[in-house]
């Protein structure tokens, strides 16, 4: 890329330049010239490059160029210096007779200069990408990337890497982007000239700058005490935004590693420059000025969430006083998946079962470097200490918004915040799928809503556009409580699974019209009283709950057509009634599910687990159990059905509420969307 640079220069005089190669110096050959001039000469040396413009009439090698109206002399170095002051360039003025009036003479040193970044985002940093001062989306695109350092080197007294000013660990370099000053040229700058890297007081909030250098100190006990603070000093962050940085001479890079901050926000769009000036000295008393100034950009790499469709890696589940059996069919299901299963025990998760409503699992990714990264909710149960102090570790970053306690509801847990699987709608690609979180019905004017710092995050990361639902007509208000998503063979590989009423009256009354209308709900289950099909069916109450539930659900299903291009065909109705409760203190009725909710289901790849729903029997055999092995059976889906009736159903949650799965990530990178 060219810089282009004006300088005066005064005939008569020598003037010492520094100019960079693949920059270019500007000199008004008229406002340099001695009065009386009509005509001007140049020379230079052989690695000295120029031309005039507008470009003179043609004339005799040997003669003097007329000097009319404003000529600019345009000079530029086709390579670097080996030593200081070797190339030359003069201009010689001359009056109308072509008398030489006086001579304007220049010692030039070219130099390179470079800071390069991984502008082509294939992990190499290249040297002088032309598109490296800009950041592009699309397979076509350019532009560095810069994770967050959000993971902790520690594993005893823990600290997110990106709260400690230093490099604690050599490993810790692996989570920064590289970013290489390339220099070419004599030994030493001339007297006074220097180099300045610089950050503006807004980017300098989100990133920070080491640079590698030789370990001052060679002996066993430095290198023990603290050296690598030493072999990495810090170059720029939000109390230093500008720094001298040495030129080492010669032909000789330095590496610098660039540091993420925070993830993109509300306040931070996630792009971040760094600039690289060179200065010339004035004199003693003056400030030195900048004359080749180099940038680079980076965008920091957003958090992204993993769907249903994605490949499980490990379970998380918590173990309790009360939910051994629980615990017994969750070992069986991930034993049989092949996937490993982590416990949480009583001593850290203090009585709170609900895995899934204190974090999400996630990832950050770059060219050079990915790692998983939970996001912890503003819930904050029983179980808050467990995404800090047990998942937080080397490459297992942590990342948690804090909400006004006041702000916080049930909607902020995320058993209501989920993902879909990859889409495409009206021709807009998402191969990240969306994002799906619930909110109070819109017109809503004492709704709960998902509190706004997580929204704004959720927002912010942009390749996972969220799509917000109604769920605030639930008692819990979690859309886990009503939708899924399953991996199929066919059409866009998944389908939608929804909790259904209206599937739930048609088996019901298919049971009692064949005759199984005395089939007993809750048969054998403690301290719960058996319900007849009959009695359910002819239960007008009831049947007026479910129908103000089918119309919530509905006009979810409606949301996710359009915001996902589903058709009906990918989408299966599950059989489930719900019944409405209050909570103390509340005159508003909101909904629970009036058997084990089979659609708060855990998918690991082919094999789901689903709520036991303790159904009718019909020949020894739960109806409900069978209804939903034919739904989803000839997708080539396993049913395994967990009992979680007494330690997660009588709580108003099931499966999935207690239980959390982290996935393998996407191999689509989240920079080639096109935006």
């Not at 100034?293 to 006083?321: G, H, Q, Y």
């Amino acid at each position: 890329m060219t810089h282009p640079r004006t300088l005066s220069v005064d005939y008569d005089r020598i003037a010492k330049v520094v100019c960079v190669v693949d920059s270019e110096l500007n000199v008004n050959l008229s406002r340099s010239a001695p009065p009386r001039s009509k005509f001007f000469s140049v020379k230079c040396t052989p690695n000295v490059r120029y031309s005039i413009s507008p470009q003179p009439r043609e004339t005799s090698h040997f003669s003097p160029i007329p000097l009319s109206g404003s000529p600019v002399l345009l000079i530029s170095m086709s390579q670097a210096s080996q030593t200081e002051n070797d190339n030359k360039l003069s201009v010689r003025y001359y009056d109308e007779n072509k008398t030489s009036l006086g001579t304007a003479i220049l010692h030039l040193t070219a130099v390179e200069i470079s800071l390069d970044v991984d502008a082509d985002r294939d992990g190499v940093v290249e040297k002088n990408n032309p598109n490296k001062g800009s950041w592009k989306w699309g397979s076509d695109g350019h532009g560095a990337v810069l994770l967050v350092n959000c993971d902790s080197e520690q594993t005893y007294g823990k600290k997110l890497d990106h709260d400690q000013r230093f490099v604690a660990r050599v490993s810790d370099l692996k989570d920064m982007s590289v970013m290489v000053l390339r220099t070419k040229g004599p030994a030493k700058l001339p007297e006074g000239y220097k180099l300045t890297m610089h950050i503006s007081q807004s980017d300098a909030e989100s990133v920070r700058v080491f640079r590698s250098r030789e370990t001052e100190n060679t002996s066993l006990a430095g290198r023990l005490l603290s050296v690598f603070v030493k072999d990495y000093p810090m170059v720029l962050s939000a109390e230093v935004l500008s720094s001298e940085v040495p030129y080492l001479g010669g032909d000789a890079e330095m590496k610098f590693y660039v540091e993420g901050l925070r993830f993109p926000d509300r306040d931070f769009n996630g792009l971040v420059s760094i600039n690289l000036s060179l200065l010339e000295p004035i004199n003693a008393a003056l400030p030195e000025t900048p004359i080749f100034t180099d940038k680079v950009v980076f965008r920091v790499a957003p958090w992204i969430m993993t769907p249903n469709t994605l490949k499980p890696i490990e379970v998380f589940v918590c173990s309790t006083k009360d939910n051994y059996q629980f615990l017994k069919g969750m070992r069986n299901l991930v034993t049989k998946s092949g996937y490993k299963l982590k416990i949480c025990h009583e001593y850290m998760n203090r009585g709170d079962r609900w895995m899934q409503d204190e974090l999400e699992f996630g990832y950050i990714d770059s060219p050079h470097q990915r790692f998983p990264v939970v996001l912890d909710s503003p819930r904050d149960g029983k179980l808050l200490d467990f995404p800090y102090e047990e998942l937080l570790g080397p490459d297992f970053g942590y990342v948690t918004r804090v909400a006004e306690r006041k702000d916080v509801s049930s909607l902020d847990s995320f058993g209501n915040l989920e993902v879909s699987p990859p889409v495409t709608v009206n021709g807009k690609n998402y191969p990240l799928g969306r994002i799906l979180i619930g909110v109070a019905f819109p017109t809503a004017t004492k709704g709960r809503n998902m509190t706004k710092v997580v929204q704004d995050f959720l927002w912010a990361q942009k390749v996972q556009e969220p799509v917000a639902l109604f769920s605030d007509w639930l008692f819990v208000g979690h859309i886990d409580e009503f939708m899924t998503f399953v991996p199929a063979p066919d059409r866009k590989g998944f389908r939608l699974l929804l909790a259904s009423p209206d599937a739930g009256y048609k088996l019901f009354r298919g049971l009692q019209r064949d005759g199984h209308g005395q089939a007993k709900l809750f048969e054998g289950v403690k301290d719960e009283e058996p319900i007849t099909v009959d009695e359910i069916v002819d239960n007008e109450n009831l049947r007026a709950h479910n129908s103000y539930v089918q119309h919530c659900v509905d006009w979810n299903r409606d949301v996710l057509k359009r915001e996902l291009a589903l058709d009906d065909e990918d989408i299966i109705d599950l059989p489930i009634l719900f019944k409405l409760i209050t909570g103390e203190d509340e005159e508003e009725y909101r909904a629970v599910a009036y058997y084990p909710d089979m659609v708060n289901m855990i998918v690991l790849g082919k094999n789901l687990g689903i709520p036991k729903p303790y159904g009718p029997k019909v020949n020894g055999r739960c109806a409900l159990e069978t209804e939903m092995r034919s739904l989803l059976e000839g997708l080539g889906l396993s049913c395994t059905f967990i009992d979680d009736f007494a330690s997660y159903h009588k709580l108003l949650g099931e499966v999935h509420c207690g239980s959390n799965v982290r996935r393998e990530p996407f191999d689509y990178k989240w920079w080639n969307l096109e935006m």
